[in-house]
């Protein structure tokens, strides 16, 4: 929907932007990320035209936005910056119908709109008639949010928009976004200095350095393979812990568990686990590696003729993941079901790989093993 093409800017001797070439989907929510000066803010006010490419061009809908008239353009296009933009002499029933007014919409919409988005941010119809300075810091934000989605727009533009409010307002206004983006499906434009926030909000992160494109890529790509060492850098060797639903069963997973057939006698699968060093067997069908059963080596021994299939004495009741699934998610099966291993599975049930509590001990260890470094 957006299409970025050699896009380069420079004042005077300074260069902003090199020659970057990006698209960003329709529905998309891009958070664009990097150290003060990266090129991160000139590249969302290229988008409404309010800084002007020194090369390249900029595409909305294969529609070169040079050749839109920039009122029409920003008007449809919701924005929202760090200190709201709010227009003080006016209340926050203007301030969320002021486009909606300038471009003659009937009155009767404008009004049930209003009412509509602040059911959207969770404010009373009270707080209508108020003036900004009579809001807090978050509050302030919210109708910023209200009067961006007021026309319905397909772009929103968001500049730093929760970086000036404490901890606990901006958490709880970024899980609000996530709420809308879920919704309503904007593409959405986010500049940002947090990482957790970026990782957090993003459908696709773009970490940008001295006016590059270091990575545009999703949360989960970035976190488990960063572009180079300034990107692991940035992002943080440990930060994947910040966000474990990432971390999949296939990341984790042994490739190879031990196998055998349902034919194996116990003492033949005795004599397997002891070669390989294992206490259990993976029971699969042939070449299908369809899983049938688990079998322990505390139950082979109880058992008196050691020359029965294995089949006969195997545990078909057996708790699995999908390679999807989350680190979190697998330690809620073994916490419930007290497993030691847990078969990933695909929908067919074929065998991908096993997970045991040495692999999670492993895994789990490595956010100790590497301290974090600091920039």
Not at 65 to 84: C, E, F, H, P, W
Not at 85 to 91: E, I, N, Q, S, V
Request: glycine fraction near 4%.
């Amino acid at each position: 929907m957006i299409k970025f093409e050699n896009i380069s800017k420079r004042y005077k001797d300074k260069v902003v932007l090199k020659n970057i070439t990006f698209e960003i989907e329709r529905g998309k929510l891009v958070a664009f990320i990097g150290e003060s000066g990266c090129g991160k803010t000139t590249t969302l006010k290229m988008i409404n035209r309010l800084v002007k490419p020194s090369s390249g061009k900029i595409y909305i809908d294969g529609e070169d936005v040079a050749s839109k008239d920039v009122i029409k353009l920003r008007r449809n296009m919701g924005y929202v910056i760090q200190q709201t933009g709010l227009f003080p002499h006016m209340t926050v029933k203007e301030n969320i119908e002021i486009i909606s007014k300038i471009e003659k919409r009937d009155p009767k919409k404008i009004e049930e709109r209003t009412l509509e988005m602040m059911d959207m941010i969770g404010l009373d119809y009270e707080f209508l008639n108020r003036y900004p300075s009579e809001l807090s810091g978050g509050q302030q934000q919210r109708i910023g949010v209200a009067r961006a989605f007021a026309v319905d727009p397909e772009i929103i533009l968001m500049d730093e928009p929760f970086s000036a409010l404490d901890p606990i307002t901006r958490i709880s206004l970024q899980e609000e976004l996530m709420d809308l983006q879920e919704k309503y499906k904007k593409t959405i434009v986010f500049v940002t200095h947090d990482m957790d926030e970026a990782i957090k909000i993003a459908d696709l992160v773009c970490i940008m350095k001295d006016g590059e494109i270091l990575q545009y890529d999703t949360p989960e790509n970035i976190l488990k393979s960063p572009s180079n060492e300034f990107v692991s850098r940035f992002v943080g060797k440990n930060r994947i812990w910040t966000s474990p639903e990432y971390i999949k069963a296939e990341d984790i997973m042994i490739d190879s568990p031990v196998t055998c057939n349902k034919n194996m006698t116990l003492f033949r699968c005795m004599e397997k686990m002891r070669s390989t060093k294992v206490d259990s067997l993976m029971v699969t069908e042939g070449k299908s590696r369809i899983l049938l059963g688990i079998v322990k080596a505390k139950q082979i021994q109880t058992k008196k003729d050691s020359n029965k299939p294995v089949e006969e004495v195997m545990d078909t009741d057996v708790c699995c993941v999908k390679p999807e699934d989350s680190i979190i998610d697998i330690l809620k099966v073994v916490n419930d079901n007290h497993a030691s291993s847990i078969p990933v599975l695909d929908d067919e049930k074929r065998l991908l790989g096993l997970i045991t509590k040495s692999s999670l001990v492993t895994t789990l260890s490595q956010q100790y093993l590497e301290p974090e470094e600091v920039m």
